[in-house]
């Protein structure tokens, strides 16, 4: 359930624009007299624009299939977060745009415990210019915007778990035993939601109460297997006491929309 260093928003339309610029140079640039003979290495060249063109053309139209649930229905919660330019890192139904799905491996075991979070969401917040800290990788949490933000209830439904005391890591570092860190287990209908990383001290909510669409449950943290701060959050069907993140995984759709890494959100207040 980490994280990684997410470039700005607005970094594959200045490549895009880099791009048309060169073209355009090249073109105006003179032609050369007389035409250069092809020679192999030409022809390797070639070849290898050619391989690359149509590795990237698989690639992005695999990215795109991402941006649809994998099963036929999908559960719909409320955004949980409340505020502008919220980016998400980690969403979607392809591995190329949500690393979660790796949890989906049965060949790896220690995935097992964690299979409940492979359609994941991972949310960070950004300023106007797409930079989510002062810094490139600054090691204090609070230097982050989106941490501290209030984390809402994104459903009605009882608290099955609160879990509150772990410290918040110092970027980069991770916590590998306590992976989901700071985290409250919602049960809503035949569904659990889960979301992590809290920052310590900051639980609203104990296990057995009962909680509305809205209600204040923590504030985003850095604790756990997280490599900066952020929230993660995922819908599962129960997991079992000793994995209680290993349910079946369930596609999520927050305020109707099926959100995929790159998606930006901005949300109102809730009203009293």
């Not at 949490?141 to 110092?170: K, N, R, S």
């Not at 609203?204 to 604790?223: C, R």
């Not at 209680?244 to 207040?269: I, K, M, Q, W």
């Amino acid at each position: 359930m980490g994280i990684w260093i997410f470039p700005p928003w607005w970094t594959p339309y200045l490549y895009g624009v880099l791009f048309v610029l060169a073209l355009g140079l090249g073109f105006l640039r003179q032609q050369p007299k007389r035409r250069m003979p092809l020679s192999w290495p030409g022809w390797v060249m070639i070849v290898g624009f050619v391989a690359f063109g149509l590795y990237a053309g698989n690639e992005a139209v695999l990215s795109w299939t991402g941006q649809f649930p994998a099963a036929a229905t999908a559960v719909d919660l409320t955004f949980p977060l409340r505020g502008d330019n919220f980016l998400i890192v980690n969403g979607g139904s392809n591995i190329r745009i949500n690393a979660h799905l790796k949890t989906l491996d049965e060949s790896v075991p220690r995935f097992r415990a964690y299979r409940g979070q492979s359609y994941g969401t991972d949310i960070i917040q950004v300023n106007r210019w797409g930079l989510r800290s002062p810094g490139i990788v600054p090691k204090h949490p609070a230097e982050y915007l989106i941490y501290g933000a209030p984390v809402f209830a994104p459903c009605a439904g009882q608290v099955v778990q609160a879990i509150d005391g772990f410290p918040d890591m110092t970027i980069p570092e991770i916590d590998l035993i306590n992976r989901a860190g700071n985290h409250v287990i919602l049960r809503c209908g035949a569904y659990e939601v889960i979301l992590v990383h809290f920052r310590p001290q900051s639980l609203l909510v104990q296990s057995g109460m009962a909680v509305a669409v809205g209600d204040a449950i923590a504030e985003v943290g850095n604790s756990g297997a997280s490599g900066e701060p952020h929230l993660h959050i995922h819908a599962q069907r129960s997991g079992s006491l000793a994995m209680p993140l290993s349910g079946d995984p369930l596609p999520v759709r927050f305020n109707g929309r099926f959100l995929t890494r790159s998606d930006r959100v901005t949300t109102p207040p809730f009203r009293d």
